[in-house]
């Protein structure tokens, strides 16, 4: 080699060597954007309205000052509504909140498959990052025990739920719309089986063994009707949601919930397919992300933050039915989501017929 090659080996050889540390600079951070990066574009977020998507966007808000976008929000999310975008290859919603399942069910149709380089996902609790969607925020499902019904002898697990023999009592059950999976996949469990080898025909028994509770058994329609139930006293043990479940208790009802198994919920952030500007789609989503946004959140709805770094200043009452500590992430129970995606109108028409009493 002359000197003149070696001379320009080495230069570059030193230029790719300084230029490492810039390009490892660029691996995303959780809640991080560069100052103005979206100066002029406009992003428009999805979500169901009233006081989450309000916490949502006080938790953007930092993300929308430091990169100059404007933000504009449209709710609340209707799948048919997105779909016709698609299809009409004019989609004008750039991230999208939905519940649970759709990012699953339509998953690379309606909804991108993830780039997850893109974005930080690291402070994620573990199993909740999908191909097509990461969580929104965290909730519970928890069974709530009536203190003066069970008193020394209290419910431990959803197996005791189903068990009127040993712990006798009125129920109420989440009856709002579609079928809670992991509430099956419990049910199915009290019937002797194994949730994880379920399989279609299981689904019924998992339904007869909620037949089985008896006719005294109430089917809430609202997360409104499960509080009151509680505040009452009316029934024994009601299934609710984490959020009812903590202004129950705040209001002054008597229950206490019962956490081995409380079951997993989450909405989920989306980057639809068709999107016009898709890095800055990513760059919203993992703003959203990050610890402070996260922390926001919370503190505006009292859902659970999906950072497990973020450390919302709430009382210690809202504190006491966060989701997202160790302890509780140890005892939270995740539906078999692929099994519920390819089985969702079996168990559809089979809820819709317990409803109706049949």
Known sequence: MTMKN?????????????????FAQEKPVAGEVKEGSLKGKTLTFVSYGG?????????LQDFVTKSGVTLLNDGPTEIAKLKAQVDAGNVTWDVVDTADLPPYVHCGTLFQKLDLSKLDVSKIPPGQVGECSV?????GVVLMYKNETYKDNPPKN?????????????????????????????????AGGDPKAMTPEDIEKGIQKLRDLGPDTIYWKTGAESQQLAESGEADMVMMWTGRAMIAVKNGAAYTPVWQDW????????????????D???????????????????????????????KPKVDDATAAFLTSTPERI???YQQNIPFWVKNFDLAAEKWSALLSGN
């Open 135 to 139: 969580p929104a925020m965290n909730y």
């Open 263 to 278: 079951l997993v919920v989450m909405d989920q952030m989306t980057i639809p397919v068709g999107v016009k500007d898709t």
């Open 6 to 22: 070696f001379a320009r080996a080495f230069a570059l050889t030193m230029t790719c060597a300084l230029a490492l540390p810039a």
């Open 51 to 59: 006081i989450y998507q309000d916490g949502q966007v006080a938790a």
């Open 330 to 332: 140890a005892q939270g």
């Open 280 to 310: 800055a789609a990513y760059a919203l989503l993992n703003a959203y992300l990050g610890a402070n946004a996260q922390a926001i959140l919370t503190e505006k709805t009292s859902y659970t933050p999906i950072n497990l770094d973020a």
């Open 158 to 190: 959803w197996v005791d739920f189903f068990d009127t023999e040993k712990f006798p009592g009125i129920r109420a059950i989440d009856g709002s719309g579609d079928p809670t999976g992991g509430l099956i996949e419990q049910a199915f469990k009290a």
